[in-house]
């Protein structure tokens, strides 16, 4: 057995397939499948477990992923280090944040970031997908209430849901006053396209969970923003989308006793357990960490 052996049982256990792995290593999916069987030989157990579609490490065979994964992570914080000897601070993060999180509230912290570490390229994905990390991307942040189990989760906080609307469609339409009356409001809100809305609301331990029909859906929560300020309707949004308009007093709020939720509470910073981690994106996991910290504390203390 040899590292390049450790390397290739690294890749097919990360791709989760055969196929993948070929890909990423661009060679043919018989030449892996040849040189795993080899290695499996070679140490006279099986170590993974194939089926259609995925493979699963054995035991023994996560035991020597583990082996292998340090050995890559070693070898690039060496690289690393001599590439960035008597040098300023570079590298390359990839961070996938949701639209609009990631445009309203996360876009001052990144410049910031990029301000203080000019050295650092950061490429920046606006998007809401829900699915694990691919390697472009080092860190993802996510609404999601129960964290995938395979990836590290570092919390960012609650996200707070409020109905509000413009004041002046309160003046002419009346805010709803029950969780009843939101079925026949004109609802502004992220949600798929064609289906109803799910969306749980909490008052105390009581738990109520409502099937409503926006009439103004989009993914892209500054158009949210603007259907909201433009009198269109009653936004089902988290509160930082319309934060500075309540503050104002433009837009108001209503159905204040309830805690809503629609995609769930809680943000997460998600990064991959094994995966090396540069420099670069230690600094931007903790300084994104501690903006979130301090952006938590100033909203209880403005509770």
Not at 178 to 183: S, V
Request: aromatic share 6%; charged share 25%; hydrophobic share 40%.
């Amino acid at each position: 057995m040899d590292s390049h052996s450790l390397a290739l049982l690294v890749e097919i256990i990360d791709s989760g397939n055969l196929s993948q792995a070929a890909r990423k290593l661009k060679v043919s999916r018989a030449n892996v499948s040849y040189h795993l069987t080899q290695l499996e030989k070679s140490v006279g157990v099986q170590l993974v477990r194939r089926t259609t579609r995925r493979v699963e490490p054995t035991e023994v065979g996560l035991r020597l992923y583990e082996h292998g994964r340090s050995i890559q992570n070693e070898m690039l914080a060496a690289r690393e280090t001599i590439a960035t000897l008597g040098q300023g601070l570079q590298g390359r993060v990839g961070i996938s944040v949701p639209s609009g999180y990631g445009q309203i509230v996360m876009s001052d912290w990144l410049i910031e970031f990029k301000r203080l570490y000019p050295g650092i390229v950061l490429d920046v994905l606006f998007e809401n997908r829900a699915d694990n990390l691919r390697d472009e991307v080092d860190i993802a942040i996510r609404v999601i209430q129960e964290p995938p189990l395979s990836l590290v989760a570092r919390s960012l906080g609650t996200v707070r849901y409020i109905a509000c609307a413009s004041r002046s469609f309160a003046r002419e339409h009346g805010l709803p006053q029950t969780l009843f009356e939101l079925r026949s409001a004109p609802l502004i809100t992220a949600g798929v396209t064609g289906r109803q809305l799910r969306l749980s609301a909490y008052q105390g331990e009581e738990r109520q969970e409502l099937l409503l029909e926006p009439t103004l859906i989009s993914e892209h929560f500054p158009f949210l923003r603007q259907g909201i300020l433009a009198g269109l309707g009653v936004g089902l949004v988290p509160d930082y989308v319309v934060k500075d308009a309540i503050e104002s007093g433009e837009v108001l709020t209503t159905l204040d006793d309830y805690r809503l939720s629609i995609f769930g509470t809680r943000m997460h910073l998600l990064y991959m357990p094994n995966r090396h981690q540069t420099r670069a994106v230690r600094l931007c996991i903790e300084f994104l960490l501690d903006k979130a910290r301090a952006e938590q504390g100033e909203e209880g203390q403005g509770t």
